[in-house]
Each structure stands twice: as C-alpha cells, then as structure tokens.
C-alpha cells in the first residue's frame, strides 16, 4: 500500500498530446460516396473526407493556394473530386491518395459558387458569382461549353439523369430555373414559378419529372416534356433540400403506393415526406427540443440506402432511408467549448459543453458521438458522479439535468430540476456517495439538489420520463455572479467562488457560512478542494492561484505565471501538483512544495474553459474557446525511461571510446566522439592522436576520412577551442587540414578556372585585333580662311 502511495504521488514533469477532437465541418456541402462508407465536407481551406464507420477523419486535402473551398463535388462512379477555391483555381483529385492529379484555372471571374458532376462522371459544370456557367470535359481536360444570362449569383446547377439528352439545369438570384443543351449551346426554357431562391433540384427515376425546392416555402413538381409546372405542394417552411424517394412503398414513412414521393428539409428542424400527387404530407419526424435544430442540407446515397441531413449547429445525423431510423451522429463543429469531463468508470467516453443547448458525448476510442437534446439554452457547465455512470449539466435556461450512461455507451436524461431565477453557471456532484449535487448561480444564490432514490435504484430511464428534482436548500452566498461551486472529498463542506473576489467556506447540508477568503484582486473562476490535505485552491482573473489552510482561512501560496485570466485549477500527483488553465491558451504544471511551474503546454489557441483529470491520474482533458478538446498523457515515465536509456547508451560508448583509443583506431573514435557531441571528449582524441609519432599525416588522413556534417560540427568545437591558450594547438592543427581539403582548394579551383576562361577571353580579343583590316580615314578638306 505504502509503495501504490509512493507511486502515485511522484511529481509530474511533462504531458503530451495524445488525441485531439477538432471541427471538421463548418458549414457548407456535405456528400456521401455511393456506397456510404466515406463523407466529404468542407472545412474553411480543407475537404475533409471521414470514415463514416469510426468517424475519425481520414484525409484533409488543401488547395497549393490555401485559399477556401467554395464548392466541391464527387463523381457518381466515386473515382473525382473537384474542389474550387476561392482563388479561382479548380483542383482534380485522387482523393483516395490525397494528390491533386491536375489544376487548372476557372476561367469565371468570380469564385465558383456550385458544381456537379453528369451521370457518366465526364462532365463537369460549374456556376460562378460572375453570373456564368461552364461545362468541362474532366477526361480531355477542355472546356466545352459557357452558358451566359443568369443574373447574379448560380448557386445551383444539375444535370439531367439521362446522359443522351445532354440537358443541363441551373439557377440563379432571378429565383428562375434555366434549361441549357449541351447539344444547341442555347437556353431551351426558363422556368418561372418561384418567388425566392431555389435550394434544390431532383428528378424521378424515368427522368420525365423534375422536382425543385425553395425559400418560398413551396416545391414544384415540373414536366420536363412540356417545361410547365404540374403541381405547386405548399410546405409551409422554408425547405434547403428536397431528395425524391425510390418509387417503392415504405410504410414506416407512410409511403403506401408508387406513385412519386418526396422528402423535404428545411428551418422547422424535420424531415417530412410528401405525396407529390395529392400535396400531402404523409410522414412527419418527431421535433427535438431546443434551437439550432433547422436543417440546411439532405442529401440521399441510394445505394448504400442512407440519407444525410445538416442541422444549422453544425451537426451531421445520418439515417436508414427507408425508416428514418437514425444511425449515426457527427459533430462537425462544437464553437466555444464550455467544458469538458470524462465519464465511464475507465474514462472511455468524454462529454463536451459548447456554446450549444446541446452535449456531445465521444467515444475516445472509435470517435463515436452522440448527441443529447434537452437543455433549450447554452450548457454552461458540467460534473460527473464518482462511478463514472451518472453525471450533471447546468445551462441558461435556469435548469439543471442528470444524465446516465449505460454499459453500451448511450446515454440518456433521467432527471431534471428547475428553480434559480437566472442562469446555473456551475454544479458540482457529492464526492462520496451519489447522493446530492450543488449548483451556482447569477443569482447570487447555491441550491443543494438530494437526487431522489428512484434514480439510483435504476439502471435505466425511468418509465415516466425524466425524475423531477427538488431543492432541499437555498442559500444567498455572495453579492455577484457565483462562478464555481466545489463538495469536498467528503462531502461535509462547499466552497463557492464568486465575481466579488471572494471564496466562502460553507458547512453542509444546511450551509452555514464558516469563513472567507479574502486576497484576490479581482473575481474568481474557480475552487477546487485538495483530495489529500485541508486545503483549498483558488483561480482568479487576477492571474493567479491561490492555495489556503481550511483551519484558519490564510493563504498558504500564490502561484504567478499566468499573463491572463486564470480559468479553471485542479490538484495531480495526489494533492501535490496543480494544472492550471487561463484565457491565455495555456495550461501549466505547477508543483506545491517549492511554487514552481514545471511545464507549460501550449496546444490551444484560445480560453481554456474546461479543464478535468481522469481517475487513474494519467490523463487530462482540456476544452477551449478554439473549439478543440485535448486529450492529453501523462509523459513523465516514458520520458524518464528515455532519458534513462540514452545515459546507459552514453556509458556504452564512452566504454568504447576508450578502447578505440588504446586500440589506436583513431578515425573510429573521433566520429564516435563526435556523435556524443562531447567537444571535451573529442578534443581528447584530438590530442591523442597529435602524441603520435606520424601526427601530421595520421591527423590529416583521419579528418579527411569524416563525413561532411562530422566536419562540421569538428570546425564548431575549434572555435571554442581557439580561445584557449591551453587548447589553441590542436585547434589550428585541425582548422589546417580542414582549410586545406575543405575551404582552400576548392576556393583556389574555382579562382584558377576563372583566371583561365578570362585569359581565353583575353587572347581571342588580341587575335581578333591583329586581324581585323580596318580602311584608311580619308584627310578632312582645309577650312577656308573667309569662313573663320
């Protein structure tokens, strides 16, 4: 037990970055291959292309011009990608290998806004800002056709499903849809019927119909024969995507005949499926609560049978076409991340509050994430219970809600409680047992929550929905804002930080105020009790932190180093070591006994909001408000191994270096004196060898002998050596031979061929003086006297 204890507590020197969850999507297009197994989407200057099974992003393609993706597409036999940036260049790719196979120049004069490839994956069409349309045969690399006439922006072009008719379709700002053939080089038809912009076109499998979508909040079923609209269906939502259904009944979706069936994705957040000949929605997805929940895209693979939706928070949620049965969650972008925690009794999943109503919960190991709704403003805080399976979330709609994971890793809402008057800006869980929890907020109030029995009888959701909770007290505590809540490790006392500069000390379960700490400049971030001793840390936006004895209320030490904010503290090493992070970015490794900071881990590139360690003490856990989370290991030990091997490795060859030297393999030891970058020890060798009878040559032979870069580092070590007069000799000895093979002779060739070609130059000039014939100069007439 003495040596687990002794183990534990030995003092970290370093972390590194084990894993990072970064945005992958930021808006914009997103495609999935035919066969649904990878997913393209853009990210400001990157396509990234994920693994749809773990995902884990497996590439990142960048344009050479690093400028940003405004439009992309994938061929429908999944060999092209086609990116355009806004530098007007066209990328062709080989995505798989990540190699542009060609790049080439747009030719509109504005970026290209929307492209899309024809059904034999030859043709590309591209629609551009400038109001243009271009047609590029991808395998002969030319340009075959340029469509002028749409007003403003084309942001959407479509080619017809059927290659033989060679038709192309695009819209524009005009809200008109334009029919252009390839074969004519013209414009067939315009048609007119919508009173804001179009988002999508899609057509049925025999190619007779066409379906658009709009912003007026209708779609349109059109017959392509005779270009008229044949039916107007009122949605009643402003729709972004519609993808038309396979003409074959499905019935979880209400789809009972053959006859032509659409889905449609738009601001109410739903997917809906509609009869296009009666207009009537027969399928409505149930609506999830909270905002950010309207959907900008949906695109459909047919043949792998799945159907991809966008919600406007970034989110990707990927379904069974036929049942809308969800199958997978992405989230592509989690913008100010808020806080993080590690949940499950070996810290296997992470839970994630960003500036979002909802929670992100990642699978460490697969990248798995689920999505939870529930909250209807931001979740501003979050803590988890000892075992790992429950934990707790605070938001701005002033509720609060425990959640539970199973052993399968879903997670779901068991209890909820409302009653601060203003939002909940902290929580923190009782340490000992999961019997109550305790919240912060901007109402200067602490309520203490008992989580009912109900709930920790059960291992599932209970039947009746979420349990509701009750506070069992309240207590004003200060007269600002209250910033942290912490229990200490044993359940007996609350600290509360607030805005004011002070920390309170409380008694529980009544609350009864014991003291306050007073000392900060300016307002608290955060408290966190010592898990060994009765000690206290706080961190403050004075830039410090602060350690003081729970007896007397003094303060113990203050930590400096922070140039900023001091965000979030937590203790390490068994009480002996605190992490620290600040809205500098940074996040510092303190040790308590002397006040040193250890290392300081520069990963993020804003606030470092969230800030949690796991159980095992090995790993730490940062989120910031560059919307990255980091995983981060503890090094200390492989570092120490390392640097451990290499003294052995030293001793190794010093050992060897020796017996070279009584061997007399002079060339041997030098370089492997040098390899040790040790100049003493090289200069040793040095000086052995000048003891030598035949020195001169012996020492000339051997440093001729020497790589270039052991030359180079033998030239370093003679400077230092030239300002001794004790050492002076064998660095001019060495700078001798050096100049001679490296510097003089060299130098001296090039000046000698320089010489010879200006001699050459010389000789042919006087050869071609002395035999160049020039005429005689005729006498100039004599001035006549009366012109003077």
């Not at 990707?316 to 590690?342: H, I, N, P, T, W």
Request: glycine residues 6%; negative net charge; aromatic residues 6%.
């Amino acid at each position: 037990m003495a040596e687990a204890a002794a183990g534990g507590s030995r003092f970290k020197a370093n972390y590194a970055v084990e894993r990072k969850i970064e945005p992958f999507y930021k808006g914009g297009k997103v495609q999935l291959d035919q066969t649904g197994q990878h997913l393209f989407c853009v990210c400001g200057t990157r396509v990234n292309i994920l693994d749809v099974a773990s995902g884990a992003v497996l590439r990142s393609l960048e344009q050479e011009d690093q400028e940003d993706i405004t439009a992309f597409d994938l061929s429908p036999d999944d060999e092209v990608l086609v990116t355009a940036s806004r530098a007007l260049l066209l990328a062709q790719w080989a995505w798989r290998e990540g190699s542009v196979i060609r790049l080439w120049k747009a030719i509109h004069t504005a970026p290209v806004a929307t492209m899309a490839f024809d059904p034999t994956s030859t043709l590309l069409a591209t629609g551009g800002c400038d109001g243009a349309v271009r047609v590029w045969d991808i395998m002969r690399h030319y340009g075959t056709h340029h469509f002028r006439g749409s007003p403003g922006v084309v942001h959407l072009v479509a080619f017809h499903p059927d290659p033989a008719r060679l038709l192309l379709f695009s819209s524009a700002a005009d809200a008109t849809i334009r029919m252009w053939s390839l074969q004519e080089r013209s414009c067939l038809a315009m048609l007119t019927a919508h009173y804001s912009a179009v988002t999508s076109l899609t057509f049925s499998a025999d190619g007779h119909t066409m379906l658009s979508s709009g912003r007026d909040k209708i779609c349109i079923v059109w017959d392509l024969q005779s270009c008229q609209a044949t039916k107007t269906v009122p949605v009643f939502e402003s729709v972004e995507a519609a993808v038309t259904l396979p003409e074959e009944p499905a019935p979880e979706l209400g789809v009972k005949s053959t006859g032509l069936h659409f889905l449609t994705a738009g601001d109410q957040g739903m997917l809906r499926v509609w009869e296009a000949a009666s207009g009537q929605c027969v399928y409505t997805q149930p609506q999830l609560p909270g905002p950010g929940r309207e959907l900008t895209h949906c695109a459909l693979a047919r043949a792998a049978g799945l159907l991809l939706s966008v919600t406007a928070d970034h989110n990707l949620l990927l379904y069974e076409a036929c049942s809308l049965q969800l199958q997978k969650q992405f989230a592509g972008y989690s913008e100010e991340v808020l806080d993080v925690r590690f949940l499950g009794p070996e810290d296997s999943h992470v839970v994630v509050a960003s500036n979002s109503p909802c929670l992100k919960v990642f699978e460490l190991q697969t990248s798995a994430c689920q999505i939870l709704h529930g909250h209807t403003d931001i979740v501003l805080a979050l803590d988890v219970f000892r075992k790992g399976w429950l934990f707790a979330s605070c938001a701005k709609d002033q509720s609060i809600r425990i959640w539970r994971m199973n052993k399968a890793g879903k997670v779901a809402c068991v209890a909820q409680g409302s009653g601060h008057t203003h939002g909940v800006g902290t929580i923190c869980c009782s340490r000992l047992k999961e019997t109550f929890l305790v919240t912060g907020s901007q109402d200067c109030t602490v309520k203490l929550w008992p989580l009912p029995e109900a709930l920790l009888s059960k291992s599932t959701v209970p039947d009746g929905g979420p349990v509701l909770l009750q506070a069992q007290a309240t207590q004003r505590c200060h007269e600002k804002d209250i910033n942290s809540v912490a229990v200490a490790p044993n359940d007996k006392l609350l600290a509360t930080g607030s805005q004011d500069r002070t920390a309170k000390l409380w008694a529980l379960p009544q609350c009864q105020l014991l003291g306050v700490f007073l000392g900060h400049r300016r307002g608290l971030w955060c408290v966190q009790f010592s898990p060994m001793d009765q000690v206290l840390a706080t961190a403050s936006a004075d830039g410090t932190v602060k350690l003081w004895a729970l007896q007397d209320f003094s303060c113990l030490k203050t930590f400096e180093g922070h140039d900023a904010s001091v965000l979030k503290v937590a203790f390490v090493s068994r009480g002996t070591q605190l992490l620290s992070s600040g809205s500098d970015g940074l996040l510092k490794l303190w040790t308590i006994k002397n006040n040193e900071c250890v290392r300081t881990l520069d990963a993020h590139e804003d606030k470092v909001w969230g800030l949690h360690c796991s159980r095992l003490d090995d790993h730490a856990l940062t989120g910031a408000s560059d919307s990255c989370v980091i995983l981060w290991k503890d090094v200390t030990e492989v570092e120490q191994a390392e640097e451990q091997a290499k003294r052995e490795e030293q001793v190794v060859k010093q050992q060897e270096l020796d017996n070279l030297l009584q061997e007399k393999r002079y060339l041997r030891a030098l370089g492997l004196a040098i390899s040790l970058d040790r100049p003493h020890t090289v200069l040793t060798v040095i000086q052995a060898i000048r003891r030598d009878p035949e020195a001169c040559e012996k020492l000339e032979a051997t440093v001729f002998q020497l790589r270039r870069d052991q030359k180079e580092a033998l030239l370093r070590f003679c400077v230092t050596w030239n300002t001794n007069s004790r050492h002076c000799h064998e660095a001019q000895a060495v700078l001798g031979v050096l100049l001679r093979h490296e510097a003089l002779l060299p130098y001296t060739e090039r000046h000698f061929q320089r010489l010879s070609r200006t001699l050459q130059a010389a000789t042919f000039l006087d050869f071609l003086w002395h035999n160049m014939k020039l005429p005689t100069l005729p006498a100039a007439p004599p001035v006549p006297p009366s012109t003077l």
